[in-house]
């Protein structure tokens, strides 16, 4: 199976800043990795898809990039909002099996 | 609006059985493969399994050993999860989730449901 590793598992940083969370796969994956964003006590959300694509609804200041085994999402102008835990997951052994990575915690200052 | 409401789920012993239910609205279910993705208390999301949009596909994680059986009911809009001889490692919160791709599935889900808590334990 294609492992996912995350870092860092946990960030804090102050509204405003920008927060960068690296996803790195065992093998290469080309462009199929998606991120969410779970928040306590509720489901994940689809942030972006097939690596760079933002989901419909989701703010502007979220960003994703790469490709092959390395990839980053950047959240732009951090908000309070924007407090919860981040998963990447790779569907490039789509059939499955589909992994995720170990998660990272954002947290406010 | 996409809806996936879950029902099902609770406390069973190990090596006891119980059927997860997922009745979706708002989108074209048929058109749709449909996953079930569980989390463990204070741990990450591991993907469970798959159905393709006619149901005549499906995937398992190689962890669940044959337990688990996934299926839909398309004239229904309700997807399904049968899981037999359930052990402790098993309790999570269960969602399901919809392929944010239509007829060809892509593996990332743009819709989840609220969850349900399984919970084995004797």
């Known amino acids: 199976d294609i492992q996912m590793t995350q870092s860092p598992s946990f960030v804090s940083a102050s509204v405003g800043d920008r927060v960068t969370i690296t996803c790195r796969a065992s093998?290469?994956?080309?462009?199929?990795l998606a991120w969410y964003q779970q928040k306590p006590g509720t489901a994940p959300k689809l942030l972006i898809f097939?690596?760079?694509s933002l989901h419909s609804g989701v703010p502007s200041r979220f960003r994703g990039s790469g490709s092959g085994t390395d990839f980053t999402l950047t959240i732009n102008s951090l908000q309070p909002e924007d407090s919860a835990t981040y998963y990447c997951?790779?569907?490039?052994?789509?059939?499955?099996?589909?992994?995720f990575g170990g998660g990272t915690r954002v947290e406010i200052k | 609006e996409v809806q996936l409401l879950q029902s099902g789920g609770g406390l069973e012993q190990p090596g006891g059985s119980l059927r997860l239910s997922c009745a979706a609205s708002?989108?074209?279910?048929?058109?749709?493969?449909m996953s079930w993705v569980r989390q463990a208390p204070g741990k990450g999301l591991e993907w469970v399994s798959t159905?393709?949009?006619?149901?005549?596909?499906?995937y398992y994680a190689d962890s669940l050993k044959g337990r688990f059986t996934i299926s839909r009911d398309n004239s229904n809009n309700t997807l399904h999860l049968q899981m037999n001889s359930l052990a402790v490692e098993d309790t999570a919160v269960y969602y399901c989730?919809?392929?944010?791709?239509?007829?060809?599935?892509?593996?990332?889900?743009?819709?989840w449901g609220l969850g349900t808590l399984v919970t084995v334990s004797s």
């Open positions: 159905i393709s949009s006619s149901g005549d596909t499906t």
């Open positions: 093998q290469g994956i080309s462009s199929w």
């Open positions: 708002g989108f074209t279910f048929s058109s749709y493969a």
């Open positions: 989730a919809k392929d944010v791709s239509k007829i060809v599935a892509r593996g990332f889900f743009d819709s």
């Open positions: 997951q790779q569907a490039n052994s789509f059939p499955p099996p589909l992994t």
């Open positions: 097939a690596a760079s």
